[in-house]
């Protein structure tokens, strides 16, 4: 509602409503003015009545009557007096409640607004604190994300790096199998030839045997004839049986050499190291004749 309403409306308004034979009040003054706060219709409704009676004391300055009829209005006008001054006390006593009214809501508004300026200061420094807490929050979160990141970037070079060592295992490792399946191959080839060899030396040193055996018998039987004969054919018998027990021991060394292998093979790194080396065949024995 507007404020700040004309002092000569209100009073207009108030004779409008003395006029109909109602008594201004605060309420009805607003009524016919449409407008108006209740405490400035109060307080120019105050001066209203203080002029009222004014108004009322001018208009008895009337020209000479009658003593009869002059008495009369002086009674009449000490009666409007009395009532003027009733419904002013009472008007007064009106805007006393209405002002005490009025002031216990502006009491009770104002406690409230204390109330809730309170509890918005409060909540402005419970707000202040989160958010206090949430920025350091953040700011750690951010550390901690830099930090995730850093490893994580780490992590991804460890990986590559890794990811090559991988490879480049995984071809060593092929590397080493051709070579491991080219020397097992070899070992084969080798022993294979090993065996043929030994049964070579082992097949010409029973036959030599035989033969010996078979010479010694003949030798036997023509030893009281011929004694030299004898002793060359001893010489072959001994030289056939020097060469059975270099077979037999060529023999072993080669069976021993097979095992050997055999176990270089279990282990790849040292059957990389002595796959390259060229491996010596046994001298053939020299068998004499």
Known sequence: MAVGVAEEAVFAAADAVLARGERPTVERVRFELGRGSPARVGALLDQWWALLAQRLRGETRLPALPTEVAQAFVAVWQQAVLLADGVAEQALAERRALLETERLRVAAVENESRKAEAQTRQQVAAAQAAQQTAETRLADLERLLEQQQGRLEELQS???VLTDE???????ASRLRQE???AQGQLIQERDSTATYVRG???????EIDRAREESRATTLQLKAAGKQHEQLRQRLDTALAQLSEAQQLAAAEAARAATLAEQLAKPVRAKRTSSKPVKRPKKPVVQT
């Open 158 to 160: 460890r990986c590559t």
């Open 180 to 182: 491991l399946q080219a």
């Open 201 to 207: 030396v082992e097949d010409r040193a029973h036959r």
């Open 166 to 172: 991988r490879q480049a295992a995984l071809q060593e």
